[in-house]
């Protein structure tokens, strides 16, 4: 596949993710879960999506399809009209590597370097990145991209991690859990950094997450329940993340 096809704009007509029929099935015999059964989906560029779900109802298997981590059992996933899921690991890392930024529960931040150092791990390696600088303004954190992870509380790690996934210029930016060990104040600070690079680079933006709240946010909402989608609303206004009632 073309670098430029993991990064190019491609025409409204063409879903940045299909998926039919998707299944994920772990283990064999008796210890057999079928994570995922017969998820037909479709996003589009520019969309906030929510995906809601109670733990083990297969939302976080499904961020792993769609971010590349992991390969399904049987159906069809594409990314705009590349065949995802029969992907080879070469493949699935120059996927990983050129078109998604990934921000899950905890940091992962590496102690003994600055957020911006942090974020400079990324911007080296990508073909067309922002600058450390850039991105960390992005999230509103300008004036604290000297300090050390131990320097920032949780919501400030967050966001610089959030940095890092988006310093890149993803096509897709995937969040399992952003807030989950936030409290709110900090929480809502994280998820005004999301809702701003969705709106101000277009980046399709999935939440994986149990908090309905959320689901005001988004242009729509999707509910896993048992591997199964189960609802779909679409939101003709979304929410402010500052406006959330927690």
């Known amino acids: 596949m073309a670098h430029a096809a993991f990064t190019s704009a491609d025409s409204d007509l063409v879903p940045v993710f299909q998926a039919r029929a998707l299944d994920k ?21 520019g969309e906030l999506v929510v995906v809601l779900g109670a733990s083990g109802s297969g939302k976080s298997t499904l961020l792993n399809l769609l971010g590349g981590l992991d390969t399904p059992t049987s159906g069809s996933l594409f990314y705009r009209g590349w065949d995802l899921g029969g992907a080879d690991e070469a493949g699935l890392t120059r996927y990983r590597r050129e ?22 791990l990324i911007t080296e390696i990508a073909a067309d ?17 000297d300090h050390f992870p131990a320097q920032l509380s949780g919501g400030e790690q967050q966001r610089v991690a959030i940095a890092r996934a988006i310093a890149k210029r993803p096509a897709v930016l995937m969040c399992d859990e952003p807030t989950g060990a936030l409290d709110v104040s900090t929480g809502k600070a994280v998820l ?16 994986i997450t149990h908090n309905s709240v959320m689901a005001e946010m988004a242009d729509r909402v999707l509910t896993l329940s048992d591997g199964h989608i189960t609802g779909e609303k679409h939101n003709r206004t979304r929410a402010a993340a500052s406006t959330l009632a927690w």
């Not at 064999?28 to 560029?45: H, K, P, T, W």
């Open 192 to 207: 005004e950094a999301i809702e701003r690079i969705n709106r101000e680079l277009g980046t399709l933006t999935l939440i």
């Open 25 to 45: 099935i772990y283990g064999e015999g008796e210890a057999m879960v079928r994570a995922l059964a017969g998820v037909d989906l479709e996003c589009r560029a």
């Open 99 to 120: 078109a998604v930024g990934f921000v899950f529960q905890f940091y992962n931040l590496i102690p003994s370097l600055t957020a911006r150092e942090n974020v400079a």
């Open 129 to 145: 990145p922002m600058t450390p600088e850039e991105a960390l303004h992005m999230v509103g954190l300008g004036a604290r991209m």
